[in-house]
């Protein structure tokens, strides 16, 4: 029996720093930026890292340091990179007997481009992790107190629902961090799998998407996520911290200060602290909100998404974390 089997996606991400660069400010970008290169032109490199990355893998390495039994279930590619991951996580703690070795497709990669003073530019390639499907997943295997869904995609995105009934059903208590994929489902789909889940973790962005309400207004938002989700719903806010409601209270904190050296893996290092406290203190909202903050704290502090993150046994400095009634701030419905 697993205390915790995550899902999701296993990459090999690739952090190179080029020697020269252009930011192109346009307003067809996105962003209103672009980084430029030199068409038909080398581009020197000034350094290149190499660390494992994907949400599956990421929660799952805070899970097996917070003294957790854990495993990854997802698909890598059959090749070097997929090799490297899973000996990363045997070394890690971290089951690995439910990965798969896809021919098919290399395994996920991502290449980080960091810009001297700006923000990082990341290049996806959605490989293996996306072939998983239905009837590679061995559910009289699924032995576990809790099932962690990272972002899906691909024919892994088309078992959510799979995933989370099989939760239901057996009891087995389901945290969701769904991914753009999942969020696109319609509405009358997300509203069956998520009044199945316990703990529905979404960033401000993805609040807004899953509710269509701008994420400034954030009473509406959590009114519409209380009608949606009858269990823990979290909403980070990046540098302004994280609100929680439990369908009582809400609960909001915000980082300390805190030197910010890399952002990958920022999500996935809160969500995963959250749930060990969350889980080792039955409900202790303000524990597993400090975890969080403190873990994904450690994490932006190192290059890498696994690097940094806290054991069981670290020391940190714990935030203050407001508690408010439900009723008294009007931002959410009985639950």
Not at 68 to 94: C, K, M, Q, S, T
Not at 115 to 125: A, C, F, K
Not at 231 to 252: C, F
Request: charged residues 25%.
């Amino acid at each position: 029996m697993f205390d915790i089997i995550t899902f999701g996606s296993a990459t090999l991400d690739i952090f190179v720093k080029p020697k020269e660069e252009t930011i192109l400010k346009d307003e067809r970008f996105v962003t209103g930026k672009g980084v430029c290169f030199n068409l038909g032109s080398k581009v020197d490199i000034d350094k290149i890292d190499f660390f494992s990355g994907g949400g599956g893998t990421n929660t799952a390495a805070t899970f097996a340091k917070q003294g957790f039994r854990v495993a990854f279930w997802g698909a890598v590619g059959d090749d070097l990179a997929g090799e490297e991951i899973i000996e990363e996580l045997n070394e890690r703690g971290i089951d690995t007997k439910f990965i798969l070795k896809k021919k098919e497709k290399p395994t996920n990669h991502s290449i980080v481009i960091s810009s001297e003073g700006e923000d990082r530019t990341i290049l996806v390639y959605r490989g293996a992790s996306e072939l998983l499907n239905s009837k590679e997943i061995s559910w009289k295997k699924l032995k576990t107190k809790w099932i962690y869904l990272a972002p899906l995609s691909g024919l892994l995105c088309d078992i959510f629902e799979d995933i989370v009934n099989f939760a239901f059903e057996n009891k087995i208590k389901i945290a969701v961090n769904p991914g753009n994929c999942q969020l696109s489902l319609p509405i009358e789909s997300l509203k069956r799998i998520l009044s199945k889940v316990d703990v529905l973790i979404l960033n401000q962005e993805e609040a807004s998407f899953l509710t269509k309400i701008p994420f400034s207004e954030e009473q509406n938002i959590f009114k519409k996520i209380d009608e949606i989700c009858p269990g823990i719903a979290i909403m980070t806010k990046g540098g302004e911290g994280v609100v929680v409601s439990d369908g009582k209270y809400l609960y909001r904190a915000k980082h300390s200060k805190i030197k910010v050296v890399d952002m990958t893996g920022a999500g996935d290092s809160f969500a995963s602290g959250f749930i060990s406290d969350y889980i080792r203190y039955n409900g202790d909202m303000e524990k597993a909100v400090q975890l969080g903050l403190a873990n994904s704290a450690a994490c932006l502090s190192e290059k890498g998404a696994k690097n940094g993150l806290l054991d069981k046994n670290s020391k940190f400095e714990r935030v203050k974390v407001t508690k408010q009634l439900c009723s008294e701030s009007n931002l959410c419905q009985t639950k």
